[in-house]
């Protein structure tokens, strides 16, 4: 069986199409290939079937004929708008990852409206089903109907709870404390992500440590020099336009993970340091309590965390990291959220669509995959990828 995932952007450094290649590697073994429809893309997943189209029905339906796909998966605009032309041709699936609140966008804020209006009315009661990426936005998107497929952490490399500390206390006492976040620093999506925050923030964490506390606080993401350079100039210190590589290991290397975000559906980063043993801090908004148990309602708040993970760092501090390690490792796995999705996409797959392919076919397209991943991702990338997915299916 074949499904068409639509996304405009398949690029490294976003978070949907990381999400969609999970899902894909995931769903192929259950009998379910992937085909990618995008506007733009890069080389970033030459494991993966991908093609550009247009968001316009004619086009869609044109790809999804000729890949042969019976069920299409739109995973946010352009395509949603697509999906209600689609029904009763092929199968439709809208894959909601949710809008921030359209009143933190003062610009445009009648315009987001109106697409949110739009979706409700027009495209959610015209696809055959909803998926959403977390419990939050099921209510924030108001279809209960929804079916929720979370997304994954595994895609981080599990190097366990970060290891306890052997040098004297003395010594551990006059190191600063690395706080830090990780956000896209542009100016369109600054007002939900809480960029506004950042310095009350630094400046409540360094007066809660006082005289006898040390904070260096961080902040990675992408943006332009421009953008580096006002935060910079506040302060902190800057990642821009990290590799993947270097996104792992800077979340790893933090001693606290802050996110000011006023709002998410989910929160990809908070997720992933969590993942790499780093205690996630996030405000109680959003889907925040779905995947970080420490949630705090103020600044100020977050600053007291902070000045007691400071006072025992190799108790409070490092126990915090074992638990948020353990608390994302435990509920997010890419397997469970391709089985979920497969689920549903075969709920949603007529009656007399094919279920599997012969095994023949199934071995040859596992060894062009194979193939593709090496050439992309190196022999130690992929072994490491298929090492974890023996250990899950084993």
């Known amino acids: 069986m074949k499904v068409l995932m639509l996304t405009p952007l398949m690029k490294m450094g976003y978070g949907v199409p990381e999400a969609i ?13 992937t085909v990618v429809g995008c506007m733009d893309s890069d080389d970033s997943f030459g494991d993966l079937t991908i093609r550009h189209v247009n968001p316009h029905p004619p086009l869609v339906l044109d ?5 042969g796909a019976i069920v299409v998966v739109a995973n946010g605009s352009p395509y949603f708008e697509v999906l209600p032309a ?8 809208a894959y909601e990852y949710g809008d921030p609140t359209p009143e933190m966008f003062a610009a445009d804020a009648a315009e987001r409206r109106a697409i949110v209006e739009h979706k409700r009315s027009a495209v959610y009661p015209n696809v055959d089903a909803v998926a959403v990426i ?6 924030d998107i108001g279809w ?6 979370v997304l994954g952490v595994d895609h981080i490399p599990d190097l366990g709870p970060k290891p306890a500390r052997r040098r004297p206390a003395e010594a551990v006492d006059r190191e600063p404390l690395r706080v830090g976040t990780l956000m896209r620093l542009g100016e369109g999506e600054a007002r939900y992500k809480g960029t506004d925050l950042l310095p009350a923030l630094r400046e409540a964490i360094a007066d809660g440590l006082g005289d006898d506390g040390e904070v260096r606080f961080e902040v990675m993401g992408r943006g332009t020099p421009e953008d580096a350079a006002r935060l910079r100039a506040a302060g902190f210190t800057v990642h821009l336009n990290a590799t993947d590589v270097e996104r792992a290991a800077y979340l790893r290397e933090l001693d606290v993970f802050v996110t000011p975000s006023k709002w998410e559906g989910m929160n990809l980063p908070l997720v992933e340091a969590q993942a790499l043993g780093t205690p ?6 959003g889907a925040h309590p779905e995947f970080t148990p420490l949630l705090f309602r103020s600044v100020a708040d977050v600053a007291l965390q902070v000045a007691a993970y400071s006072d025992d760092r190799d108790g409070l501090l490092a126990e915090h990291g074992r638990a948020a390690r353990a608390f994302v490792r435990d509920r997010l ?3 469970d959220s391709a089985e979920r999705m497969a689920r549903l996409i075969r709920d949603q797959a007529p009656s007399t669509a094919p279920r599997r392919r012969r095994l023949p076919a199934r071995l040859a397209d596992q060894a062009r995959r194979g193939l593709l991943s090496v050439r992309h991702h190196g022999l130690r990338e992929t072994w490491r990828r298929n090492s974890a997915k023996l250990r899950r299916t084993g």
Do not use: C, Y
């Open 144 to 149: 209960p109907q929804s079916h929720v497929v």
């Open 63 to 67: 790809l999804a004929a000729q890949e």
């Open 280 to 285: 996630g801090l996030a405000f109680d908004t």
């Open 134 to 139: 977390s419990e939050f936005i099921r209510h």
């Open 86 to 93: 689609l029904t009763g041709k092929v199968r439709t699936i």
């Open 21 to 33: 290649a999970s899902l894909a590697r995931g769903m192929a073994p259950l009998g379910i290939e």
């Open 333 to 335: 796995r890419w397997q």
